[in-house]
Each structure stands twice: as C-alpha cells, then as structure tokens.
T-cell receptor
C-alpha cells in the first residue's frame, strides 16, 4: 500500500525554466511533509518542508505547495539549474511518531542546458 | 546543520557472514534513529526504528533476528546484517531526527553479498 506517490518517474526541464514535481498521499493522518534530493549512492539531503497548517513554504529557489483537500503537494524549483539534476523524494509523517517518514517513489529530474 | 555519519560507505562480504553498519549523529543527540533500505530505482523503505536504551521497533516483514539493531548511546546506532545472503544486497541508509521534525540522513552503505 503506497501511501505516498510520485506518479512521474522522470522529468526533463531546460535550465532557467521552472521544475514542478508532484506528490500525492492517501493517509489523512499525515501532517508534515518534506522534500529530499538524492544523488546515486548517497543519502537523501533535506530540501524543504511544510506543515499541514500551511499551504505554502518558500526557501530561495524552492517552494512547496500543499493542497490538503486534494491530498497533493508540489515542489517548484525556479530557476532550474543543472546542479538540480537528481532524484527527488517527497516524504510525509504523522504527529507523534518521532518523525518516522513514509517516502514516495521518487522523480528523477534532469535539467538540460 | 545536523550531520549524520554512516560507516562503512560500501562493503562486500561472503554469503553466511555478518556485517555491521554504524550510524552516528555528530553534532546532536538522537534518542531515535531510523534504518531504511533502498533497492535500485525504488523508494526508501523503513526497516526499523532504533530507540536509545530499548529494543528496536521493526516494520512488518523485516526479520528482527536477521537485522540486529543496537542503539547503546545517544549518538550511535548499529545495524548488523547476520548470516548475509545475496538477496540482502542493497543500499542501507540511517537517519536521525534533528531540529523539529526533519530527519537527517547518513550517506548510506552499499552492501554486496557474494
């Protein structure tokens, strides 16, 4: 039972344009969401998070949007840079579980010149 | 920022032997650490929750006698893969809770069982 889904396994975007990565979840108990970036053979690196009491959180080039009614979140990267090429995972947790994360399946982002 | 160190980064062992992987929180104390496993081109799957001073909590389908977890101090958790078999070959990643509800991850261990 995949509670967190990233339906696009890959995405290609030109440098300078906006990258939009999507994530859907089914567990209504999730109240905290995170995005991680991962390179092969490395651990995930935290990018940005959002609490369910918000619908938007911005940090530099990264913005996360949360639509609770649709159980959907997205990560916007603008402008996209070649160094952003990696696999992006969304993750979610439930309050009171000591931050135990459930991960999505990942989206491979390729930023082309 | 919070740093989690994982060692070794890669290990090759023979079938039937045991392998220990260490996970350390370098600049903060972690009462709870998590161990994940990732198969090629798949998501990170939670294996177990490591609790300092008490028994680990394993996810459904994870053999606790095969994947021994010890969290003896606030900065160190170890995962021992016992009697390893080729199907145990995978990428193992530990994580620890930093500020707030963010988990910080080690760089992972690539285990290859021959």
């Amino acid at each position: 039972d995949q509670q967190v889904k990233q339906n696009s396994p890959s995405l290609s975007v030109q440098e300078g344009r906006i990258s939009i990565l999507n994530c859907d979840y089914t567990n209504s108990m999730f109240d905290y969401f995170l995005w991680y970036k991962k390179y092969p053979a490395e651990g995930p690196t935290f990018l940005i998070s959002i609490s369910s009491i918000k619908d938007k959180n911005e940090d530099g080039r990264f913005t996360v949007f949360l639509n609770k009614s649709a159980k959907h979140l997205s990560l916007h990267i603008v402008p996209s840079q070649p160094g952003d090429s990696a696999v992006y995972f969304c993750a979610a947790s439930v309050a009171g579980t000591a931050s135990k994360l459930t991960f999505g399946t990942g989206t491979r982002l390729q930023v082309t010149l | 920022g919070a740093v989690v160190s994982q060692h070794p980064s890669r290990v090759i062992c023979k079938s039937g032997t045991s392998v220990k992987i260490e996970c350390r929180s370098l600049d903060f104390q972690a009462t709870t650490m998590f161990w994940y496993r990732q198969f090629p081109k798949q998501s990170l799957m939670l294996m177990a929750t490591s609790n300092e001073g008490s028994k680990a909590t394993y996810e459904q389908g994870v053999e606790k006698d095969k994947f021994l977890i010890n969290h003896a101090s606030l900065t160190l958790s170890t995962l021992t893969v016992t009697s390893a078999h080729p199907e145990d070959s995978s990428f193992y990643i530990c994580s620890a809770k930093g500020q707030g509800r963010t988990l910080h991850f080690g760089n992972g261990t690539r285990l290859t069982v021959t």
